[in-house]
């Protein structure tokens, strides 16, 4: 579609910390991609809640845990699924193309 | 987009106090290791009421009144690592622990989690922490203090408020709007079940609620009390966690107690880590750290020194 954002390479598959959170800055912008047992997803890397960064929080299946207050989300929709958590986190559409992951931003 | 906010954690990591491998070692979860402790909690719980029903009718039942006050106010140092979801690793079990132990301890879990987080957004920040206990400036404001007598006014007014459906200006602060009327809800749920609680004792005559749970837990509160200010009371009032943060080397009974809260500037490094890790953590950042080897004795000498030698600029 027209109004669609491109995609953009992100990170090389391979360096990926596996099963786990690993942060990388496109620019200004700070990303945290996940390796989940369903695949691979991205969101922001701030908290919504107090601005910590998430890619040093806990990392368990689905659920991204904040460092600081352990406010948690799950990374496949953004939504909070632990208080202090409240608001969604901003995911972005991902794929993985010729071993690079790629976010639509 | 700015820059994620600096906390202990990210400091450690920069200064290499702690590497990322060694963090995600330390943060693992599991739920076996609270569950055995919890076995042997049931245990000693079991123990401890035991005693009062044998003392039952002589004087000896006050000792054994207060030896289970002990354990029953302990129950915070669990709420409280399961308001960081560091018990267990699935996740609705640190809800429904911490909620069992906020009706036990009069402390209601919701609540607790929002002053806790600003607690350590803030931590020793005057003006701006929710839990900060000031230091003393008399012996016999310490000793006030110790009483609990002015802990359990402000708890009391706190859950009447939060009933009435009303919040502090401070509550409002750390407590997010959407979560306003789920404070309101939770507050009253409390005081509803205390209520069906205490009149099913007086319908059948049962006055068990009394000697087992509230004399014990109001003999037993001064301890948590005395515990609780050696946390930070008498460390300086200022943002850096290697010196605001008071971690105590206590015997083995103790850290039974309060789940390795006696780790406590470990616990303000990385908050994430399970109450299970934290000795580990402890030799990674014991030479960063403000350790008090003596204890919790020790650290009340240190407090009760500073409040001898009245205000002054240090307090270390």
Known sequence: MANEKPWRDIIAVSALEKGWVTRVDIGPRKLAIYDTPSGIFASLALCNHGGADLCDGYFDGHVIECPLHQGAFDVRDGMPVGAPATKPMRVFETRVTKGMVQVRM | MTDAIVTPLTQALAEGKLTREDLKSFMHRSDAPAFRRLAIWLLVLVATTTLITLAWDSWLIWPAMFLHGIVLVHHFSLQHECVHYTVFRTRWLNDLAGQICGLIIILPHRFFRYEHCDHHTYTQTTGDDPEMIPLPQTIGAYLWYLSAVPYWRSKFTELFRHAFGRLSPGELRFIPQVEHAAVY????????????????????????????????????????????????????????????????????????????????????????????????????????????PGGYLAAHRDILRQILRGPGPAQD
């Open chain 2, 185 to 292: 809800r939770d507050a009253r749920m409390m005081l509803t079940i205390y209520g069906l609680l205490f009149l099913g004792s007086v319908i059948t005559g049962w006055s068990g609620l009394i000697w087992y749970w509230i004399i014990p837990l109001f003999l037993g509160e001064p301890v948590m009390r005395f515990i609780r200010m050696t946390e930070h009371v008498g460390r300086p009032t200022v943002p850096q966690m290697s010196e605001n943060t008071r971690t105590n080397l206590v015997s083995a009974p103790w850290r039974f107690l309060c789940w390795n809260m006696n780790y406590h500037a470990e616990h303000h490094y990385v908050a994430s880590v399970p109450f299970h890790a934290l000795p580990r953590l402890h030799d990674k950042l014991k030479d960063h750290i403000y350790v008090e």
